[in-house]
């Protein structure tokens, strides 16, 4: 990455650029992760419990309305090896989604935190250029009086 020569900072594009990579990354990511969890999940319910899941489908579907926290209700296991492992696809679910909302929280509150930063910064440097100016026309209104007395 390139920096800015006078502030040695990356530019307003390539910070947006790097922002927007490492969004679809993480989105990526994070879409792999429930896929491959609802996988999981199908693999071991059509292992465990072949009675109610006849199919690798039929489970696959099972797992991907379990872990979405959908759970139309159409598929069911019976038996108690198949509801434990629903109860943990559920709960894996649920702390998924919970933790993805976390992470989107986090990222919103991070952002205007960063925001108000700028922003306090903009209005620092903008008071220091009024104390300039202000230095400046009393050196003038200074200089103004000493040719007078001379």
């Known amino acids: 990455m390139t920096n800015r020569p006078e502030t040695g900072r990356p530019s307003?594009?390539?910070r947006r650029t790097q922002r927007v990579a490492g969004a679809r990354y993480v989105t990526l990511g994070l879409a792999?992760?429930?896929v491959v969890l609802a996988l999981a999940g199908a693999i071991v319910i059509?292992?465990?419990d072949a009675h109610?899941?006849?199919t690798f489908g039929l489970a696959?579907?099972?797992a991907l309305q379990t872990i979405t926290t959908v759970g139309y209700g159409d598929v069911v296991p019976?038996?108690?090896v198949g509801r434990v492992i629903g109860g943990a696809e559920m709960v894996l679910g649920v702390s998924f989604i919970a933790?993805?909302?976390a992470g989107v929280t986090s990222s919103v509150i991070r952002r205007g935190q960063a925001g108000a930063a700028?922003?306090?910064r903009h209005r620092q440097e903008h008071d220091l250029q009024t104390i300039i100016s202000g230095l400046a026309e009393v050196r003038t209104a200074i200089s103004d009086l000493d040719r007078r007395l001379e």
């Open 99 to 101: 933790f993805l909302t």
């Open 32 to 34: 792999l992760t429930f």
């Open 60 to 62: 696959v579907w099972w």
């Open 46 to 48: 059509r292992i465990t």
């Open 12 to 14: 307003l594009i390539e």
């Open 118 to 120: 700028e922003d306090e």
């Open 52 to 54: 109610d899941f006849p």
């Open 78 to 80: 019976t038996t108690h």
